[in-house]
């Protein structure tokens, strides 16, 4: 009895103990360039630090901000059943509401495309959750094709596909010495890429650049698109953030419909409403005919079945009713307007602030990109001299977050980036 309950006991410790050893091949993974930016900036206290790492808007006061068309929209859907808590039917409806607005804001109101049911949409978390569910779609139904990204882009954009399994390629796209767009190592990417490439397209206000091709440059972009057959995935996370104005930010994927392309689109609205929290976006799939987009969406809603199901309520409902309001779209609109002229204006500052200063580096390319970020050209041994000795912190590419940038810390930052670019001012 005493041999078997000894026995016993000593299996029972063998398995904890093979129990306990179940994990011990996992290693911590390596940090996020973006988040582990601001892990270090709240980490820091010193009072003078600058966060310019987030992709996130902040007033001239560097606080967050909640738009007053969000304000509307939630006092419109507060205390009526507009939410469907409680009710899938009214979530449902809700889900597809954003879906229809989404695709109106992208592709057009009076869109042919529209108006024939020629599209599969549907509501995903946030622009990364519309780019991965079509990393999925795009493995399971071409899976020997690759996707080409442009270099550099979003870091977060390799990470999506590779977990996909989808092969990855780059094509050119920036010029690091002019620090504009390299339309010629462009083209001869996609004109050297297999017939039938997958290609991931900034419609505007390229992260992390800040350049975006012009009209006449998008019409040849798109034109050979048409030459080599190649499928254009546009992944529109900025939408009103490079002009100040909605329909002009769509004119690159406009241009490509006009064209005849079938494309595929990511839509975000958390840079432009503000809802980073709220992971609200949209998907869309450009059909040949409805029966087709039938079924690509039901391949789609069932990809997402198995990955999160389907997203909170609360933000699809929020950005429903800011879209589809003749009230407050108009007022979202301008304070879109609002947002990207306070960037124009600390771009403005910062490079007049150097000029101020006598640096003799040229920084012309502050004010000639667009968007939420200026790729400063920046070296990875310069940045880390600015959070050392300045606590001012980016992303090691240089990439600045330029609502990060207030009228009250301008000087300072130029200051700063004066003082650690001087060796390239007498080189």
């Not at 301008?334 to 124009?344: C, D, H, L």
Request: glycine share 6%.
């Amino acid at each position: 009895m005493w041999r078997h309950q000894l026995t016993t006991t000593s299996r029972c410790f063998s398995t904890s103990i093979r129990a306990l050893r179940w994990w011990d091949h996992v290693r911590p993974a390596p940090k996020d360039p973006i988040t582990s930016v601001t892990e270090a900036f709240l980490a820091d206290s010193s009072p003078i630090k600058i966060n310019l790492g987030v992709g996130a808007y902040r007033d001239d006061e560097g606080k967050p901000v909640i738009l007053q068309c969000l304000r509307d929209a939630e006092a419109k859907i507060a205390g009526c059943d507009f939410l469907g808590i409680g009710r899938e039917s009214n979530s449902s409806a809700a889900s597809s509401k954003l879906v229809e607005e989404s695709v109106k804001l992208v592709y057009g109101k009076d869109s042919n495309i529209i108006k024939e049911g020629r599209y599969a949409g549907v509501q995903t978390l946030s622009g990364t959750g519309a780019c991965r569910l079509f990393a999925e779609f795009q493995k399971r139904f071409h899976p020997e094709s690759p996707i080409y990204l442009p270099n550099p882009t979003w870091s977060n954009h390799h990470n999506i596909w590779r977990d996909a399994q989808v092969p990855q390629n780059t094509f050119g796209y920036y010029h690091p010495d002019s620090k504009s767009l390299d339309f010629t190592a462009l083209m001869n990417d996609v004109k050297n890429a297999p017939d039938g490439s997958f290609f991931l397209l900034h419609p505007c206000a390229h992260n992390p650049t800040g350049v975006d091709p012009t009209e006449e440059q998008w019409r040849e972009i798109s034109y050979q698109f048409k030459v080599k057959n190649h499928f254009p995935f546009f992944d529109m996370a900025y939408q009103g953030f490079a002009s100040g104005d909605l329909d002009r930010d769509a004119l690159s994927i406009r241009i490509f419909l006009e064209d005849g392309h079938l494309l595929g689109c990511a839509q975000s609205f958390a840079k432009n409403m503000g809802l980073y929290g709220h992971r609200v976006g949209c998907l869309s799939v450009l059909c040949n005919d409805m029966k087709q987009a039938v079924a690509i969406k039901s391949q789609l809603h069932k990809i997402a079945r198995a990955m999160y199901s389907s997203p909170p309520a609360h933000g699809i409902s929020l950005v429903s009713t800011v879209l589809s309001d003749p009230d407050i779209k108009p007022l979202w609109a301008k304070e879109v307007k609002g947002m990207v002229s306070r960037i124009q204006t600390v771009r403005a500052s910062l490079h007049e602030s150097l000029r101020k200063l006598g640096s003799t580096v040229n920084w012309e390319h502050i004010t000639n990109q667009v968007g939420m970020f200026c790729f400063s050209g920046l070296t990875p041994k310069q940045v880390d001299r600015l959070v050392k000795e300045f606590h001012i912190y980016m992303t090691l590419d240089g990439r600045m977050s330029m609502a990060g940038v207030t009228t009250g810390n301008v000087n300072y930052l130029a200051n700063a980036v004066h003082e650690v670019t001087k060796d390239c001012e007498n080189a």
